[in-house]
Structures are given as structure tokens and as C-alpha cells.
Nanobody, 124 residues
């Protein structure tokens, strides 16, 4: 069982930055790929970024490429999402998720565990 807890969401003006964190409970944290997804009311949960088990491979959605950076610290059982140059369309609930494979996926169905989400609101 893996428990994931997100933090760091909030209200920010367009052009600003936020850093999300995802703390995991599992002793085997370092074996899993981890991803960030986001969701707005009435829309499907969409992929944002994924990082492989050792941080060596990262993949981003085109909409956030060049603005967001995903990373992880296996010694702290924590994953991060640094979000810069935020836009109003980035407003969503952001979720972290664990995929019990080393490399991860853009497909939300591949993920086995999810956090409760943290709200990010970007004002124009």
C-alpha cells in the first residue's frame, strides 16, 4: 500500500510560480515511477508529467513543457513539481500518482495509487 499526500497548492497571479510536493509513505518508494495529473470540473484527468524510479527519465505534456519541472528525492520519499510562468489555464486540482513500474506512463489507467489532490488557482 502506498499513501500519497500532496501539498503546495494555492492562489497565484499569472506569470508566478508554485512548487508542489508529494510525500509518499512506502518504504519501496524508490522503485516506482511517479506522475502528476490535473483535473478541472467536467473534464478528464489529464497527464502533466512523469519521472522514472531514479529520476533519470522525465516526460512532460506539451502544454507544460519548458515551464514545469518534475523531480524526486528518494532519500526523502518526496516528489516535486516546480511550476513557473503559470497561466490561468493551469488552474486545476493537481494529483500525484504512483505507477508500480520503473519508467511510468502518460496513461492515468496505469497508475495504482493516487493522492487526494491540491488546488492550484492562477488568476489573470
Amino acid at each position: 500500500q502506498v499513501q500519497l499526500v500532496e501539498s503546495g497548492g494555492g492562489l497565484v497571479q499569472a506569470g508566478g510560480s508554485l512548487r508542489l510536493s508529494c510525500a509518499a509513505s512506502a518504504r519501496t518508494f524508490s522503485r516506482y515511477a511517479l506522475g502528476w495529473f490535473r483535473q478541472t470540473p467536467g473534464k478528464e484527468r489529464e497527464f502533466v508529467a512523469v519521472v522514472s524510479w531514479n529520476g533519470g527519465n522525465t516526460v512532460y505534456a506539451d502544454s507544460v513543457k519548458g515551464r514545469f519541472t518534475i523531480s524526486r528525492d528518494n532519500a526523502k520519499n518526496t516528489m516535486y513539481l516546480q511550476m513557473n510562468s503559470l497561466k490561468p489555464e493551469d488552474t486545476a486540482v493537481y494529483y500525484c500518482a504512483a505507477d508500480l513500474t520503473p519508467l511510468g506512463s502518460k496513461n492515468k489507467e496505469a497508475y495504482d495509487y493516487w493522492g487526494q489532490g491540491t488546488q492550484v488557482t492562477v488568476s489573470s
